[in-house]
């Protein structure tokens, strides 16, 4: 059997077992957009806590925000993703398909030929990334909105209200968690790119000077929380953009790339945006931006800002990706020889622990009821009764469940129960009334093996 990891397994595990779905999925699918099922919300939700905890909770000079989606159109303008947040495109006349040109081999793009079927193709044009719309009652393109494409315009156009607010003082930064769209003509490899999806964006207003110091702070922090979140750190690797690369606010930028199935990809990004966007809102707005600063004699400048930028549905596909594995646990020549584990750490798991009874019978379930109904206080639990032990440790196995708890008839008798590890399937006996500090321990414990 091929135990590799691909794409297509991925895809299929995600719809079976009810993480991403496609979206409108009964009309064909609409492309650049899925949906999160019962375990892939709870995922979901799990990453963006753990995100928000390590970023708002354990520093201290960070706060959250939760902006608006649409944004008044200038704010746009000033950003300079009017002008500049675009993607060359070139058009096939005879198929009709469209590629964005930097990704088709140079030669064919000289002799304008489609990578496809050979026909013509259009010269190169600039298309802009941003969905339009249109708010309000008329339709005549006064009411022109644009679906936010980045969260961080959110932030700085707030800066000011939440240094008023909350008396927040040079260093500090601003978290925030939420949709972003992008009209992306190359929607490939499942949710790793698509038109909408959602980000997790700090921005980290520092004294001008202070700017570098700050990046590198930020590349160590940001690489730290990725082996907290116990993903393999032989899988990621830095890569800093070459002056071709740099986005047009950027003086520096570093990406964390993960090694995907279909190779190495951009994770997450830490760029240094300088005072280029609060610069642009100050002249595009009218208004003061600058900060005073109090320590520093009221000096009065506009804050550098060192920007940290992660995807925090492309970070669900690279958890995904990286708990995957088909292991071998048996030599007798069958399918079941063979199971299929999601080693996630234990705080992302959408199902922390499993309540198993042995059987249904003599009051096993009744019991297997009780302990779920005590635990799930405390941790996502589910209940299974279903079916053979073996099998329904293999579901638990499938959607990446690290403990599972067996009541058998010595439970009954002597008020133990057995707790089985997700990913060394040994099991430990331990007495019931200790099983919620037992699995907080074993949580805080984890390592991934
Ligand atoms: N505010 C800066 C910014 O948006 P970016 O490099 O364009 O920078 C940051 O995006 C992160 O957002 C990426 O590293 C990626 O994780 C995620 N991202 C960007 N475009 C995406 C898309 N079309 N689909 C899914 N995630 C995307």
Redesign the pocket.
Known sequence: MDNSISMEKIVSLAKRRGFVFQSSEIYGGQAGAWDYGPMGVELKNHIARFWWKEMTQLHDDIVGLDAAILMHPRVWEASGHVENFTDPLVDCKKCKQRFRADQIDPDKLARKECPECGGELTDTRKFNLMFKTNIGPVDDGSGLIYLRP?T?QGIYVNYKNIVQSNRMKIPFGIAQIGKAF?N?IVTKNFI????E?E?M?MQYFVKPGEDEKFFDYWREQRWAYYAKLGVRMDKLRWHRHGPDEL?HYAKDAY?IEYEFPMGFK????V?NRTNFDLNRHQEFSGKDLQYIDQDDGNARYIPFII?T???L??QLLMVLCDAYEEQKVADKGTDDDWRTVLHFHPTLAPITVAVLPLMKKDGLAELAKDIRAELKEDFSADYDQGGAIGRRYRRQDEVGTPFCVTIDYQSKEDGTVTVRDRDTMLQERIARAGLSEYLRARIKAYKRV
């Open positions: 980045e961080a992008r992306e790793f790119r698509t038109c999806f980000q964006e986005a990406d951009e994770l997450e990004g760029h920007e930028s992660a995807g549905t492309r």
